[in-house]
């Protein structure tokens, strides 16, 4: 890990240390501390709550989920050291990562926590605008996971949704069969149809739901100009609603960086500062041979508008045999 100070500035971080040795590291026991041991009056930097500060936090407390949410984002902003003051460069092995990213994190003392951080795995050429940093943490997500199962940690945790514990993608497509998309792609006058990019789809409860194809897609009209891309939009959730879980899985962690998404679910999305950044399909101009192409920084996917379904499906499944956590895919 490399501490990079401000240019022309007085501030005097830690000096660089290398916590990424050419060996394996050793193992490390980590330990769950209780929580009854924990001082609930103070941060997990040490900071004594003020009794204002521990009323507001009752108050916050008995929002809604998503006021809460929008709360904890702003108060983790305003943690956030600016990248002019602090930043943090971390290098790191593939083969020893949860071992060197505990090491990393243990490392870290007071504010130097806040600091925004770029990482890069060895070997690899990608630059960090925020999905590299989401699959650094992935691993130790995976270790958390693995705690919860063990008899010596139950209780640890709390299940938030007693129906689904997992948050895979969620096609919501609408079954249109293959002649009502021709038709649109035929028709003279499309805008006649009165279609926008969203899908509908409707529960045995009778509740309907109205879900965006695209950003805004309730609100886009298809007309002669955009009637392929609206196709391609219905042929790509069709496809992926006819996947495996674990290839669904696989697609979000090409496209996201991660192979879940968040508790809100698409719209919980964030680029690395943790402002709201959705999931975008982008149509691109289609030529043989061309494959979809990832920014999982941004959560976009462009998307060549292939004139067949089934040439987005072949292109779909090859793209699915590649390694999913590496960044040399070009």
């Known amino acids: 890990m490399q501490v990079v100070p401000p240019r022309d500035s007085e501030l005097k971080p830690p000096a660089a240390t290398n916590v990424w040795p050419d060996v394996a590291s050793m193992p490390l ?57 602090l930043r943090l460069e971390v290098k790191s092995c593939r083969m020893t990562l949860v071992a060197d990213a505990t090491a990393t994190l243990l490392d870290l003392q007071g504010p130097t926590r806040c600091a925004i951080a770029r990482h890069q795995f060895d070997g690899e050429v990608a630059i960090d605008a925020g999905a590299v940093q989401r699959e650094w943490y992935a691993p130790l997500y995976t270790l958390v996971a693995q705690a919860w199962m063990d008899p010596a940690t139950a209780g640890l945790f709390d299940i938030t949704n007693r129906t689904n514990n997992s948050y895979y993608v969620n096609p919501k497509q609408q079954h249109n069969d293959h002649s009502n998309l021709t038709y649109v792609l035929e028709c003279q006058d499309v805008a006649e149809l009165c279609l926008t990019f969203c899908a509908t789809n409707e529960y045995v409860d009778g509740h309907v739901e109205e879900v965006d194809l695209i950003d805004g897609g ?48 698409f719209k919980g999305l964030t680029s690395y500062d943790g402002r709201i950044c959705y999931f975008t399909l982008n149509g691109v101009a289609y030529a043989a041979g061309k494959y979809p192409v990832v920014h999982a920084c941004f959560n976009r996917l462009d998307l060549p508008l292939y004139p067949t379904k089934d040439l987005l499906q072949d292109a779909l499944s090859t793209l699915l045999l590649s390694d999913p956590t590496g960044f040399n895919t070009v």
């Not at 609930?40 to 936090?57: D, F, I, Q, R």
């Not at 916050?60 to 002019?84: N, T």
């Not at 899985?249 to 996201?256: D, G, H, V």
């Open 29 to 85: 026991k980590l330990q769950w501390s209780p929580s009854q041991k924990r001082d609930a009056n103070c941060t997990m930097l040490g900071k004594a709550l003020s009794v204002p500060v521990w009323e507001g936090l009752v108050a916050i407390s008995r929002l809604m989920f998503s006021s809460k949410y929008a709360w904890f984002l702003q108060q983790v902003a305003d943690m956030r050291l600016p990248v002019a003051e």
């Open 218 to 265: 309730r609100h886009i009209c298809v007309d002669k100009t955009n009637r392929v891309q609206y196709v391609e939009a219905m042929w790509f959730w069709d496809v992926v609603g006819a996947m495996e879980t674990h290839d669904q899985a696989k697609l979000l962690q090409f496209t996201t960086g991660s192979s879940r998404v968040p508790v809100q679910g």
